[in-house]
C-alpha cells in the first residue's frame, strides 16, 4: 500500500455564522495551517483531528490502494484530493496526495 501525506493548507472562518448560530467557546481546533500528517496502510494517523479523518478517510483509503482520479480528473494530480472538514463555521481543507510504498 502506498502512504499518504495529508497537509492542512487553509482554514476558513464563517464570522457571520458563528454569531448567528454558535455558542460561544474557548477551544475550537487544534490544527494548524502547514500541520502535515503521514497515514501508513490507509490508518488514520496518530494526533490528527477524528472530525477531519471523518470527512477524508474514504479518499486516504482509495489512495493508500492506488487509486486515485477522482471524479474523472478533479485534481491535477491524479493521485490527490482536497478535502475539507465538516466544521461548518471553521472547515480546514487538506490536501492529500500519496508518496510512495
Known amino acids: ?3 499518504v ?4 493548507v487553509r482554514q476558513t472562518e464563517y464570522q457571520d455564522l ?11 481546533c487544534d490544527v494548524r ?3 502535515q500528517w503521514i497515514s501508513t496502510d490507509g490508518q488514520c494517523p496518530d494526533g490528527m483531528c477524528l472530525a ?4 477524508m478517510r474514504e479518499f486516504v483509503e482509495s489512495l493508500a490502494r492506488g487509486e486515485g482520479n477522482f471524479y474523472d480528473g478533479w485534481m491535477k494530480n491524479p493521485m490527490s484530493a482536497m478535502i475539507s472538514c465538516n466544521d461548518g463555521f471553521r472547515p480546514f481543507s ?6 510512495g510504498e
Open 52 to 55: 477531519a479523518w471523518g470527512s
Open 5 to 8: 501525506r495529508i497537509t492542512a
Open 1 to 3: 500500500m502506498k502512504k
Open 18 to 28: 458563528m454569531a448567528k448560530y454558535e455558542n460561544p467557546i474557548e477551544h475550537t
Open 33 to 35: 495551517v502547514g500541520q
Open 94 to 99: 487538506f490536501y492529500i496526495e500519496t508518496i
